[in-house]
């Protein structure tokens, strides 16, 4: 069980990992010289969030896949997917509605 748990534990961070580097990538394509400061923003954000729930919201609002397609890849309930989900944008909104207000008062 505990081989089990480790390996799904690597699996959640390689997919994590893998789409952080996917995010970024695309950021590069967006761009020419510089990268857009909401750009820049998000990813930052992204940092603060639990590896389980930036793996979620990468694979849905970034590589756009379907819940299901998630739950499948991590092995996890679909269930499990939503929640992750809902916490990461729940986590995400505060920080990035503190600097966009931090932006307008600059």
Known sequence: MAVRLLISRHRRSVVATLGVRHLADRMRQQQDASPREDAVTV??????????????????????LPLEQIADELQVPVGTVKSRLSRGRAALAPLLRETEEANDHG
Not at 45 to 57: F, G, K, N, S, Y
């Open 43 to 64: 990813a930052v954000a992204m940092r603060a969030l639990p590896v389980a729930q930036r793996a979620v919201v990468i694979l849905h609002y970034v590589v756009d």
